[in-house]
């Protein structure tokens, strides 16, 4: 079911003859993939400072799209925001994003980091890195994403499920660095490494880890943040790979304003006002990600993990080739 804000009956949606809602005509309405409890903080400080109410309906990202996608013109959807660059690039893709001329937003938002055709703009950056057991590996046997198919970790690497789209978008960023052949090389190697069968989640990943299963990972940051602050004492720590080339891979979250937005002027000032300094740390911090704006620092418990070079290469690519790294990762056996 879809959460509102607007105490409206919505019923489970039928994708060839779906009606819009009946949402109020003033303020923004935001379909968001973002929990309730990261967005609707920022959503009440929009308001509280510039009296535009947002309305907003929450659900996973597939049937967002499928939604704005049969809605069609009809839509009272404003933005669509949601995570994963993969996601972004669909949408944009099937055409449910308008472009946005904001020379706000471009100078808030690194060009690597927002689509190179000015339909979606990231808002947070996550980092999806190497994680370790502190007691059984040192910083200096790690290096890359790359090492991690060498066979001296054969038995000890802990890995979660191709399924999801953080690991189709790294396979997707290794293709388009080191092409086809060479990352599914790769990916074989993470395949015949593997401690144990492959995981539904990272904290799930992390506990195994912790628990003496595995030895080394590839998790994003925010997860390893979640499970060291309700366990500090686990042993474990993170890494930044490649550092000595192209950087730590990195994807984020993000929003586009929807091709038939009822309020599209208002719809740009509240995305240019999420990429300020006033608001980005209230955007990252609350999931313990970074902040888009490169003049925003992050939330000290996240500088804590130290600095570190990321890879600039345009997240848009994780989309466009995501189809291939998904053919790829299934040939290669990674379940």
């Not at 790769?186 to 904290?203: E, H, K």
Request: glycine share 6%; charged share 20%; net charge positive.
């Amino acid at each position: 079911m879809f959460k509102t804000k607007i105490g409206l009956a919505l019923t489970m949606f039928g994708l060839a003859a779906m009606a819009a809602p009946v949402l109020a005509a003033e303020g923004l309405v935001v379909y968001s993939a973002r929990n309730e409890q990261l967005i609707k903080p920022l959503f009440d400080a929009y308001t509280k400072e510039t009296g535009t109410p947002i309305q907003f309906i929450t659900d996973k990202e597939g049937p967002l799209l499928a939604r704005l996608k049969a809605e069609g013109a009809k839509t009272a959807a404003d933005l669509l925001i949601t995570v994963d660059a993969g996601n972004l690039w669909q949408a944009a893709r099937d055409g449910v994003l308008a472009k946005i001329d904001s020379k706000i937003l471009n100078a808030n938002i690194p060009a690597h980091l927002r689509d190179p055709d000015d339909r979606w703009f990231g808002l947070s950056i996550r980092a999806r890195t190497l994680v370790y057991n502190s007691k059984r590996v040192s910083p200096a046997q790690l290096s890359s994403y790359e090492d991690l198919a060498d066979p001296k970790w054969k038995g000890r690497l802990c890995l979660r499920t191709s399924k999801k789209v953080y690991n189709q978008s790294l396979t997707a960023m290794l293709i388009a660095h080191l092409g086809e052949a060479q990352t599914e090389k790769i990916v074989r190697g993470w395949v015949a490494n593997l401690a144990t069968d492959v995981f539904a989640d990272d904290t799930k990943l992390m506990e195994a880890m912790a628990a003496g299963q595995c030895d080394v990972g590839i998790v994003n940051t925010y997860y390893y943040g979640r499970l060291m602050k309700k366990q500090p004492g686990l042993p474990l720590a993170l890494f930044w790979p490649n550092q000595n080339d192209r950087g730590v891979h990195v994807n984020i979250s993000g929003a586009g304003v929807t091709a038939h937005a009822k309020h599209p002027a208002q719809a740009v000032k509240f995305l240019e006002w999420l990429s300020s300094e006033q608001a980005q740390n209230l955007f990252a911090d609350r999931d313990l990600e970074y902040p888009v704006n490169p003049r925003v620092k992050p939330h000290p418990y996240v500088a804590a993990w130290g600095s570190f070079k990321q890879d600039t290469i345009n997240v848009a690519q994780s989309g466009a080739l995501q189809a291939k790294a998904v053919m790829l990762m299934d040939r290669a056996g990674y379940k």
